[in-house]
């Protein structure tokens, strides 16, 4: 099909036909392909576009409650081939259940290309500590003990994918299968930090605001200056889940020597996109591996105030999307996800090399009259403010209140720096306002107030202890509603949760 298109070989359209061709091949035969006709899309003339005309778009409620629960029941062949062994457990930042997010050997293997094709682009790097390649990888996840169901096993994505590290990589992987088993994040960390001096670190990976804390343990332990005091090979920290930015000034306050940051966007669904030239404004997608992407404009016409997916969205194909606008992905993949929306919203900065940056969350934004205020205007008000005011701010939380008969913004940061809770409040109004034109307007009408509470960080680690949501991939969520900020404004009153 691509080549009748006569598509460049190395053209992103081209790339993801043939995967989406390759998916709908192997599950045609499953009960949803034979649902949906695959072999009818596969026979188009026009497959990207018959795709979108014949599957509808689902979520993970929908996909579930229709498909995925019978996976769960031991049943084969229902989204993807054969039985579902693994399912990634993801409860997201805001619902209070967890997610089982189906796991293939497919899904694995794809996932496990694109970490080599991730680890060959450094040669792309300019001035990359050479040293550090051969040292060791400490990988700070979730745990790798799975729960056992009815046939299946469930357990963090980190912790599935770390239980299958490949023979030759196990001399370089830290902190060890015994250690990684561990389920008390408290005692892992423990461990990790009594182990500290027996190695010898190149790369740390993990979500930022764990392996911040992880080096400030082992600083403290050993009355160090700074990590590379006993690190000194320390060169790279692979990140994602979370925007950097706001951990960036804390985190290098640990260092004794600039590091090359590299960032990825590894979800439960899939490998989706990573860094793989330095200094890069954003994450080149995986366009040519096992997910085929879909764009729908994150606005008022395909998602409703709540950030709820609308019937029939407009959905755009990789070759149709515009740079400078948000996106919300939806994924088909080798897992038995068909026009799954993820729930991340991305951004292309530069289209020609399929480059995105994560811009928020559909849920996680506030919007409650007409500012529009994204994650992504949160992070950059916030580094603008830590720089200017040269403080550290680890954590923040946001959430709309009533205000009278309107309404405000009331934040919350974590940081132990000595602030000024009225001075930081401004600037973080102001920079918002500089930042986003709907939000300015607001502030003169609608939006009558923004509040500021600095806390501890310790209290927002407690927190997410009591949630059961410590270490591994968890993250603080950076806008609050419902339950969760019940739950926080509870545990804020009381202690408890």
Known sequence: MAKALRLPQKSPRRQQLKVLLKLLKKARFTEFGQ?????????????????????????????????????????????????????????????????????????????????IKQLLTLRNYRDIPVKSLGKGWLMIGGSTSLQKGAGYYSGDLSGITARRVPFWFQPFYKPGRKIARTQDWTKKLEEVVRLAPQWDIGFLVGVPGWIQLCMEKIIEKYNLNNIHEIWPNLGFFVHGGVSFEPYRKGFEKLLGKPITYIETYLASEGFIAYQDVQYAKGMKLVTNQHIYLEFVPFDNNNFDADGNLMANPEAYMIHEVEEGKDYALLLSTSAGAWRYLIGDTVRFVDKERCEIIITGRTKHFLSLVGEHLSVDNMNKAIQLVMDEMNITVREFAVAGVPHGLFFAHQWWLASNDPVDEQLIRQKIDGKLKELNDDYAVERDSALKDIYVKVLPEEKFMEFMRLKGKIGGQHKFPRVLKGKMLLDWQKFLETGSV
């Open 35 to 115: 649902q949906y006709r695959f072999d009818e899309i596969l026979l188009s003339r026009h497959p990207g576009k018959k795709f979108q005309e014949m599957v509808p778009t689902f979520d993970y409620n929908t996909i579930h409650a229709a498909w995925w629960n019978q996976t769960l029941e031991g049943k084969a062949d229902v989204c993807w081939p054969g039985k579902i062994k693994y399912y990634a457990l993801s409860s997201g930042t805001s619902e209070a259940g967890s997610k089982y997010i189906p796991i293939t050997n497919d899904m694995l293997r794809g996932n496990r290309i694109v970490m």
